[in-house]
């Protein structure tokens, strides 16, 4: 019998949405309207959804795959921003699960580049009542109830469900978030244009959004996490979440990567130089090493349990993106 192929780390096409305050540049999608295909070896052409269909827990491993099912758990997008991005706001997953059967919508945010002006808007300065909130979204006022912070390469900020948050100025963003299309617009700035569809709203945002004062320390724009015994000193955590984790990584030098029983895929999304991937040199009887460089992302699938990560420019900079074991032992999507 013949030994059945073992699947490789790939990159995947990218897919482009326009609107008028800039495009979404999906890196890393399993939604079904946005579905990212393959784009090298054997593997090219299937779209993440077939390779979930397919592959199951030798894509995404056998801890993500008890807890998501086929479902795909996490996004990676760029978001170009030239203008003022609509204020958005995402539920969690109780509530997404129960009105929508969807995932909710956990968010991180790291920032590519921007340039001079460029501000996030975060969460309330005070405590609002919904119908001051409402009257000031109506009429474009609800920036003066935001926190705003300038923004700078570098800087990443946790969005958690249910706070307010949009981009003014000129950015590049790296996004982070469960695999889910629940962003709810709430306000759109008078950008809005022919034949472009709200979709969900304000009045749908109303059960979950938070209209409580949001804490200065989430617009610092570094991460709270603090450093685990054991990490890397070119490892930086920026959120440990129950739904993903996400560390940039300084790759100077090669690095061995032993994800021992393979509970998770993991992603590199390259920020900054080149890198590749390299597996065993027996796996498939032989695998070419994949390189990637700046503004791409390789999936390695959880069935890789050994592989080297080695940079191939200095300065050479990752954001890994990976699901930790969760303590719950139910299913959430099957």
């Known amino acids: 019998m013949e030994e059945e192929k073992k699947l490789v780390p790939f990159r995947l096409c990218k897919l482009e949405d326009k609107y008028p305050w800039g495009t979404e540049e999906w890196a890393l999608a399993d939604l079904g309207w946005r ?3 393959v784009r090298d070896g054997w593997l090219a052409g299937n779209l993440m959804d077939e390779m979930m269909e397919t592959y199951l827990d030798r894509i995404s491993g056998d801890g993500v795959f008890e807890w998501y099912g086929k479902q795909f758990p996490f996004c990676i997008k760029t978001l170009n921003v030239n203008g ?40 309330l300065k005070r405590d609002t009542p919904v119908s001051a909130f409402m009257d000031a979204c109506a009429d474009g006022s609800v920036e003066g109830l935001l926190n705003q912070a300038p923004v700078k390469a570098g800087a ?25 299309a629940l962003d709810f617009r709430l306000c759109n700035w008078d950008a809005l244009s022919d034949g472009d569809d709200f979709g969900l709203g304000l009045v749908e945002a109303l059960d979950f959004l938070s209209l409580s004062r949001f804490p200065s320390e989430g617009l610092l724009g570094y991460s709270l996490e603090g450093r685990r015994e054991g990490d890397p000193a070119n490892v930086s955590r920026m959120a440990a979440l129950p739904q993903f984790s996400a560390a940039i990584i300084s790759l100077d030098d090669p690095i061995k990567i032993s994800a021992g029983e393979g509970n998770s895929c993991v992603a590199y ?5 080149e890198f590749s991937v390299q597996l065993p040199p027996d796996w498939n009887g032989g695998a070419s090493p994949l390189t990637a460089k ?40 099957k």
């Open 294 to 333: 700046a503004g791409e992302t390789v999936l390695v699938p959880a069935e890789c349990q050994d592989f080297i990560l080695a940079p191939l420019a200095p300065g050479t900079l990752l954001v890994e993106t990976l699901v930790e074991p969760r303590a719950e032992e139910d299913s959430y999507l």
């Open 35 to 37: 579905d990212t295909p």
């Open 156 to 180: 990443y900020f946790h969005i958690p469900p249910g706070v307010p948050h949009a981009i003014f100025g000129k950015a590049r963003i790296l996004e982070i978030s469960e695999s889910s």
């Open 269 to 273: 999304s390259c920020i900054k130089g």
């Open 84 to 123: 003022r991005m609509p204020l958005t706001a995402c539920p969690a997953d109780e509530l997404a699960a129960e009105r929508y059967d969807s995932l909710g919508k956990e968010k991180l945010w790291y920032v590519l580049d921007a340039e001079a002006g460029a501000k996030i808007l975060l969460g």
